[in-house]
């Protein structure tokens, strides 16, 4: 007699989290197009940093198809991605891999699973504080915020030539506002809102 | 006369300052109109993305709506603005729902972006819009064999194909050409920099750099020529720990491509920021000649 199939039902968590990722993708034209993987790895292969990853792109997928999506939040690999999107000129399937690294980016960050002081993180925030704040990016401002939430250490290897760049004028030490700073938070502020609400 | 909205991006006031200089001479040079758009803001680059997308693409409309406002298309140096403009441009155009609320929030400050404007990156305006034939009878002076390695990065070829090949783009290759030097092969032309993993995962992106200016050296470039601020930050600030970390011995000046080309159009170095390069490149004085006058 035939084995029956024995159905594993998906964990409670990991449908919100699913439908939380779904919410995410949306938005992305063919975001659905992670159903085709083919399982090639043409990604990974592309990849010019998978070998630092945990889990690799190709991996990525098939774990989210498995039922493994907290998993996929825990890993370091969506936030080594560099969004240089080599994986998604070259996948024979036309997933818009770089697409979803960020889709799982954002799902982390709003689900809070990511250490504290954990750099992309910081260096996100900081950056958009910035944009709030000024409405331009101040990169010494930015440097000096990230480093000492994340890496107060590298703030000191970064001096020597951070100190060579303010000679040569490259580094401006102090930030300058843009002239309709309300106007930048007001959009801010009324998209905010927007996507909250539900439009 | 040609025109574009010129749009430099918050790296360009700074860290990439030399690029800037230089693209506004070259463009006054060869008589390309630049007007810069009156209180730009920050395009929100790869990091808006990583926490709100929507809200990221509003805050980048408003500098697509301040242009459409001027008539013109805009003219982005930076890689990470051109590419974040250009998706801004593409994601209101498919999605309905995100086009509504970064309409809805632009109104709050009396702005719509209705018309779209296209969005070019200076490489694709000169090599298409000038053309190279006619910069190159603009040049005084051509560059009598310099081996340059010419860096097109991740964000001007990809994700989408818009003026050059994804895998081997050859517009900067034609351009340098044209100028008398001697292009290498470089294989490494598209590959990745790590772009802001130098600041989060440095180790990463040491390596990826590391790969870059070797592969640069083996092929015999006497320089390499790149499109972005960020990119030529990581290459030129970094050298230093690279040799340190990989035990090498690099000395490899990493100009922008904007400088190269205002140098043969005879413009004066301290004009187009090579005082404020970290790396200095004198082999580019030695083999800046004067061109011969065609007969």
């Given at each position: 007699?035939?084995?029956?199939?024995?159905?594993?039902?998906?964990?409670?968590?990991?449908?919100?989290?699913?439908?939380?990722?779904?919410?995410?993708?949306?938005?992305?034209?063919?975001?659905?197009?992670?159903?085709?993987?083919?399982?090639?790895?043409?990604?990974?292969?592309?990849?010019?940093?998978?070998?630092?990853?945990?889990?690799?792109?190709?991996?990525?997928?098939?774990?989210?198809?498995?039922?493994?999506?907290?998993?996929?939040?825990?890993?370091?690999?969506?936030?080594?991605?560099?969004?240089?999107?080599?994986?998604?000129?070259?996948?024979?399937?036309?997933?818009?891999?770089?697409?979803?690294?960020?889709?799982?980016?954002?799902?982390?960050?709003?689900?809070?699973?990511?250490?504290?002081?954990?750099?992309?993180?910081?260096?996100?925030?900081?950056?958009?504080?910035?944009?709030?704040?000024?409405?331009?990016?101040?990169?010494?401002?930015?440097?000096?915020?990230?480093?000492?939430?994340?890496?107060?250490?590298?703030?000191?290897?970064?001096?020597?030539?951070?100190?060579?760049?303010?000679?040569?004028?490259?580094?401006?030490?102090?930030?300058?506002?843009?002239?309709?700073?309300?106007?930048?938070?007001?959009?801010?502020?009324?998209?905010?809102?927007?996507?909250?609400?539900?439009? | 006369?040609?025109?574009?909205?010129?749009?430099?991006?918050?790296?360009?006031?700074?860290?990439?300052?030399?690029?800037?200089?230089s693209i506004r001479e070259v463009f006054k040079?060869?008589?390309?109109?630049?007007?810069?758009?009156?209180?730009?803001?920050?395009?929100?680059?790869?990091?808006?993305?990583?926490?709100?997308?929507?809200?990221?693409?509003?805050?980048?409309?408003?500098?697509?709506?301040?242009?459409?406002?001027?008539?013109?298309?805009?003219?982005?140096?930076?890689?990470?603005?051109?590419?974040?403009?250009?998706?801004?441009?593409?994601?209101?155009?498919?999605?309905?729902?995100?086009?509504?609320?970064?309409?809805?929030?632009?109104?709050?400050?009396?702005?719509?972006?209705?018309?779209?404007?296209?969005?070019?990156?200076?490489?694709?305006?000169?090599?298409?819009?000038?053309?190279?034939?006619?910069?190159?009878?603009?040049?005084?002076?051509?560059?009598?064999?310099?081996?340059?390695?010419?860096?097109?990065?991740?964000?001007?070829?990809?994700?989408?194909?818009?003026?050059?090949?994804?895998?081997?783009?050859?517009?900067?290759?034609?351009?340098?050409?044209?100028?008398?030097a001697e292009v290498v092969n470089y294989p490494?032309?598209?590959?990745?920099?790590?772009?802001?993993?130098?600041?989060?995962?440095?180790?990463?992106?040491?390596?990826?750099?590391?790969?870059?200016?070797?592969?640069?050296?083996?092929?015999?470039?006497?320089?390499?020529?790149?499109?972005?601020?960020?990119?030529?930050?990581?290459?030129?600030?970094?050298?230093?720990?690279?040799?340190?970390?990989?035990?090498?011995?690099?000395?490899?000046?990493?100009?922008?491509?904007?400088?190269?080309?205002?140098?043969?159009?005879?413009?004066a170095p301290e004009k187009l920021g090579m005082?404020?390069?970290?790396?200095?490149?004198?082999?580019?004085?030695?083999?800046?000649?004067?061109?011969?006058?065609?007969?």
């Amino acid at each position: 007699m035939a084995k029956s199939i024995v159905v594993i039902p998906v964990k409670k968590r990991e449908e919100e989290l699913r439908a939380a990722f779904w919410e995410q993708i949306k938005g992305i034209p063919r975001g659905d197009k992670i159903q085709n993987c083919i399982q090639c790895g043409t990604c990974t292969g592309s990849c010019p940093v998978s070998y630092m990853m945990d889990i690799t792109p190709r991996e990525t997928v098939a774990l989210f198809r498995a039922g493994h999506l907290e998993e996929i939040l825990h890993s370091r690999a969506i936030w080594i991605c560099a969004s240089c999107y080599s994986c998604r000129v070259r996948c024979p399937s036309g997933i818009l891999v770089t697409d979803l690294m960020y889709a799982l980016k954002r799902l982390a960050m709003q689900q809070n699973i990511y250490p504290p002081k954990f750099p992309v993180y910081a260096l996100s925030r900081a950056f958009i504080s910035n944009i709030y704040k000024y409405g331009r990016n101040f990169e010494m401002g930015l440097a000096i915020k990230y480093f000492l939430k994340a890496a107060p250490q590298k703030l000191f290897a970064s001096a020597g030539f951070g100190l060579a760049m303010v000679r040569k004028g490259r580094i401006s030490v102090k930030p300058t506002s843009i002239k309709k700073i309300k106007d930048v938070r007001a959009i801010i502020d009324r998209a905010n809102q927007l996507e909250t609400e539900g439009v | 006369m040609m025109e574009y909205a010129y749009y430099p991006g918050c790296s360009l006031e700074h860290t990439g300052k030399p690029y800037d200089m230089s693209i506004r001479e070259v463009f006054k040079t060869l008589g390309v109109g630049l007007r810069e758009i009156e209180d730009w803001n920050c395009c929100g680059a790869t990091m808006y993305m990583s926490v709100d997308k929507v809200v990221g693409f509003a805050v980048s409309a408003r500098n697509l709506a301040l242009a459409q406002n001027m008539g013109l298309d805009i003219c982005a140096p930076c890689s990470s603005c051109y590419t974040t403009l250009r998706k801004t441009n593409r994601h209101m155009a498919w999605n309905l729902h995100s086009r509504k609320i970064i309409q809805e929030s632009l109104k709050v400050v009396n702005l719509a972006y209705e018309k779209p404007v296209e969005v070019r990156h200076p490489l694709d305006i000169l090599v298409n819009d000038v053309g190279i034939e006619n910069i190159a009878t603009a040049c005084h002076y051509e560059f009598q064999g310099l081996r340059i390695a010419p860096y097109y990065g991740c964000m001007i070829v990809r994700p989408v194909y818009h003026f050059d090949d994804l895998d081997d783009p050859e517009t900067m290759d034609n351009l340098f050409n044209a100028l008398g030097a001697e292009v290498v092969n470089y294989p490494d032309k598209v590959r990745c920099c790590g772009g802001m993993l130098m600041t989060t995962f440095e180790e990463v992106a040491l390596n990826l750099n590391n790969h870059l200016l070797k592969c640069a050296q083996d092929n015999g470039a006497e320089l390499i020529a790149t499109v972005c601020p960020l990119c030529q930050m990581n290459l030129e600030a970094y050298q230093a720990q690279i040799n340190k970390r990989f035990h090498q011995n690099y000395h490899i000046p990493i100009v922008y491509f904007s400088q190269l080309v205002g140098l043969a159009l005879g413009i004066a170095p301290e004009k187009l920021g090579m005082n404020t390069m970290l790396i200095e490149a004198p082999n580019l004085k030695l083999k800046l000649k004067e061109a011969r006058v065609a007969v």
